[in-house]
């Protein structure tokens, strides 16, 4: 299975302030068709969990352009360029180039 | 609007079965691939397994695999997961969402507590 590594798994943040989250995945996500199979999901307290970021850098639908996703092969990053109060909750990374689905630990973004 | 409900879910004692439902509206079903993912008490998010859009696929985490088994039924617009042998570490809330390679579409969820 592929295993994905978020870094870190906490983070305070003040608002205003940006954020960055790691994710590595231990086998490239770099499909034979040219898609890297990476997105990002954002889980809000007491909510079912959202998606923002799907094939490394594109935003979903609706969500706000301050969140953007860079990355390839194997190292991918969530930046959040001026963080808001309805920012916190937990951000996972999930692979779905392959089966299993795998997601990341988890990383708890709160406010200052 | 586009809907995706759970239900099913409960207490259970230890070696016991379940089966949860999600019921879909407002999406066109039969054309979706449809993903289970659980999240135990104070813990992440598990990918637990999905089906294809005529039920011809299906693949499982190996936590799962041989104890849990999905189906769907696209004239009712609801997919299952029938949970067999089930042990306290199944205990989570358990979500569908429509699976496009990304999950753009959850449930709420439906809590099922493995317990004596």
């Known amino acids: 299975d592929i295993v994905m590594t978020q870094t870190p798994l906490s983070l305070s943040v003040t608002p205003g302030q940006p954020a960055s989250i790691s994710c590595k995945s231990s086998q490239s996500l770099l499909d034979t068709d040219g898609r890297t199979y990476l997105y990002w999901y954002l889980q809000k307290p007491g909510q079912s969990p959202q998606l923002l970021i799907y094939?490394?850098?594109n935003r979903f639908s609706g969500v706000p352009d301050r969140f953007s996703g860079s990355g390839s092969g194997t190292d991918f990053t969530l930046k959040i360029s001026r963080v808001e109060a309805e920012d916190v909750g937990f951000y996972y990374c999930?692979?779905?180039?392959?089966?299993?689905?795998?997601f990341g630990q988890g990383t708890k973004v709160e406010i200052k | 609007e586009v809907q995706l409900v759970e239900s099913g879910g409960g207490l259970v004692q230890p070696g016991g079965s379940l089966r949860l439902s999600c019921a879909a509206s407002?999406?066109?079903?039969?054309?979706?691939?449809m993903t289970w993912v659980r999240q135990a008490p104070g813990k992440g998010l598990e990918w637990v397994g999905n089906?294809?859009?005529?039920?011809?696929?299906?693949y499982y985490a190996g936590s799962v695999k041989g104890r849990f088994t999905i189906s769907r039924d696209n004239a009712k617009n609801t997919v299952y997961l029938q949970m067999n042998s089930l042990t306290g570490e199944d205990t989570a809330v358990y979500y569908c969402?429509?699976?496009?390679?990304?999950?753009?579409?959850w449930g709420r969820g439906t809590l099922v507590t493995v317990s004596s």
């Open positions: 969402a429509r699976d496009y390679r990304y999950f753009d579409v």
């Open positions: 089906i294809k859009q005529d039920g011809s696929d299906k």
């Open positions: 094939e490394v850098y």
């Open positions: 999930v692979q779905s180039i392959e089966h299993p689905k795998t």
């Open positions: 407002g999406l066109a079903f039969g054309d979706n691939w």
